[in-house]
């Protein structure tokens, strides 16, 4: 698939339901956003970069810490739910900004600290896309990554891969921790801190999110059923199909 015909799929994938993934209860809540509001704390004065912004979620957690966010994504119809929660919710340091995680079009050195949620999954070219953090990212600057995360080991990881590709044919790959650290590195960024959790997905808003068809919804309960009993303790899956994914809260910096 080239980068082209990706980035379509993603935002066909992703446009029609913007609005679910506004009241999405695993996209509006959790863990990760407490700490990244912890973290942005002390950024008062900085410019944020929300890098796939989707339903603005991250976004709207960074403006109430810090001076401004530019809430980024592919979607258009994503950006119009950002703008107009985003009023509601009386957040007048947010802008909108359509284009590619690959692509930024923005200056060298615009940005304190570039953050993205649930997004790099989705990218074509996370090495690329780092490399443009990096470089729109001020000297010092600060990048937060959250995601889930890839179990590492052989069996488990395609499994993940599997399910999450079934559900989402937008969906190129979950990563490791490791693959992370070798990413970031890769793309002239020292890693700072990782942090992993753990987060239930439940099965019938999971697959409803993305509109999944029938047919791939049966198939994924298949595969799940065919799971062995290493993977389905793993993964805590149960018998409706709701299981529990790793995730990773992973801080890196541009050098001083």
Known sequence: MTTQSHHDN????????????????????????????????????ASVLDLGCGAGHASFVAAQQVAHVTAYDLSSQM???????????GLGNIATRQGYAESLPFTD???????????A???????????EVKRVLKPGGVVIIMDIMSPGHPVRDIWLQTVEALRDTSHVRNYSSGEWLSMFTDAGLITRALQTDRLTLEFSSWIARMRTPEALSQAIRLYQDSASAEVKAYFELQEEGS???DTLFAEARKAG
């Open 79 to 89: 950006l119009e739910v950002v703008t107009a929660a985003a009023s509601e919710k």
């Open 121 to 131: 999954h989705h990218w074509h070219d996370v090495g690329q896309a780092l490399r």
């Open 243 to 245: 299981f529990t994914s």
């Open 10 to 45: 993603v935002e066909k994938q992703f446009g029609s339901q913007a609005k679910a993934y506004l009241t999405s209860t695993v996209h509006a809540s959790g863990r990760d956003l407490q700490r990244l509001a912890e973290r942005l704390a002390g950024f008062p004065d």
């Open 109 to 119: 050195h615009s940005f304190d600290i570039v953050i993205s949620r649930y997004s």
